[in-house]
């Protein structure tokens, strides 16, 4: 039944191959939508950021997978959805979501400037949205450059973080792919009303798309876990306020003691655990989750198992990034082009200082994955400076990253937090859900 399936799987490992940088775009697209996300939020009473990790590898994975026959008979009713098998095999929750029913097909389209946009399919909760879509024209779409992108209800835009993919691309003139929101806050939404609007830009021509759609499907609520239960783990105190259990993804909130010597900074390995021992971890490509900078209180996201019911549920974790907090940043004059303070550890080395820009090489921090190491700067006033690019390369020996800063809110020195780091607390925690 599902040989149809593992073909277009196949055929996706061979178009892959032949793709030279997919990490670079996969990193710049996830970063492109997380400074969307904090443009909009400058009015918000309170300042979050997000946490971002690419999976670079891949290929690896696509080698080593097989569509389960269960997953498959999901796939092969949804007309069109097998194009988008490569794109949900990576994440245990969004499979369940196909095999549960809860993918809705919608196939709206708008034409303009003669290329067509659909709007594919939806998967949508109170936390996000997956929006798969289909790009295409009669000429090639290679240079393409995507600009802005929103998801509205009723007429309002939602605010989120928004991440694409791109790499993988059947033809020249077709993109097949998806756009993946994150909303900052969980969402009410007043109607089954949205719209989808998209802008590109070619040979200095703007295109727009605005597409709108009803969604059938009853909108799914979390379920919702309150724990208060305080957690130590090499000397620091966490607090576990809450799980929420949505279709799309698994929210886990934690509080940081005040008191704590330690920054922590990003849980490589948190996972929430069946009483059989099954693991939904963290998401593997994507936003991973939002903080504060006063590292205060943090929510992480994690692969779905909404769609099990479990008679017992633990949360563990062992692998934590954490740095002190009083080297836990870099501070820099960039008139002086020079590092006034930095980790002890050095293990992140800093090769280059512009005006207005820094990068820095350090040694892969977790197997296939790479980490945005920073998410804003703070000026000597105090006020934030944004960093509105950010570039990551490398291969499974070293990897760097680049960072651009706003020029016009630089104020020397300037000090950036690192939001990962490859230094870790010792110890591990389990504690039981349900």
Known sequence: MYEKEEEMLDKTKK??????????????????????????????????????????????????????????????????????????????????????????????SQVNNNITFTVDGIIIDETGAEIFYTLEAPYSLENIDYQEVKLLND????????????????????????????FVDTEQFTSNNFEVQFEVEQANKTTSFHVPFTIK?????????????????????????????????????????????????QFEDMRIEDENGEVWSSIQNGITGFGE????????????????????????????QALPKEESYLLIDFAKKEILEQPSHRKVEVLNVGSNSIEVKYHPIRENHMYSLFSQGENAKGKVVDIPTQSNRGD???????????????????????????????????????
């Open 293 to 320: 900078n006063q590292n205060k209180v943090n929510t992480y996201f994690l692969q779905s198992n909404y769609f099990k019911e479990p008679k017992e549920l633990y949360l563990k974790f062992s692998k934590v």
């Open 217 to 265: 499907n009853e909108m799914k609520s979390g379920k919702i876990y309150t724990l208060n239960e305080t957690v130590e783990i090499d000397g620091q105190q966490i607090e576990v306020k809450e799980i929420k259990v949505y279709p799309l993804r698994v929210a886990v909130t934690l509080e940081f003691d005040e008191q704590n010597e330690m920054k922590i900074l």
């Open 15 to 108: 178009r892959l191959e032949q793709v030279v940088v997919p990490e670079q775009l996969v990193n710049d697209a996830i970063q492109q939508g997380v400074l969307q996300a904090k443009a909009k939020k400058r009015n918000r009473k309170k300042t979050l950021w997000a946490f971002s990790v690419a999976a670079i590898l891949i290929l690896t994975f696509i080698t080593s997978i097989r569509v389960s026959p269960t997953f498959a008979s999901a796939i092969s009713t949804i007309p069109g959805m097998e194009r988008f098998v490569h794109l949900i095999q990576f994440d245990k929750g969004i499979k369940a979501i196909v095999e549960n029913d809860y993918y809705e097909p919608i196939g709206k």
């Open 396 to 434: 499974e020996e070293e990897q760097f990253s680049e960072i651009t800063l706003d020029a016009k809110d630089i104020i020397n020195p300037v000090k950036i937090d690192f939001i990962a780091y490859p230094d870790y607390l010792g110890g591990s925690v389990s504690i039981q859900i349900k």
């Open 155 to 182: 007429g309002q835009e939602l605010i989120a973080s928004i991440g694409y993919d791109l790499p993988d691309q059947e033809t020249a003139n077709r993109k097949v792919d998806k756009f993946s929101f994150v």
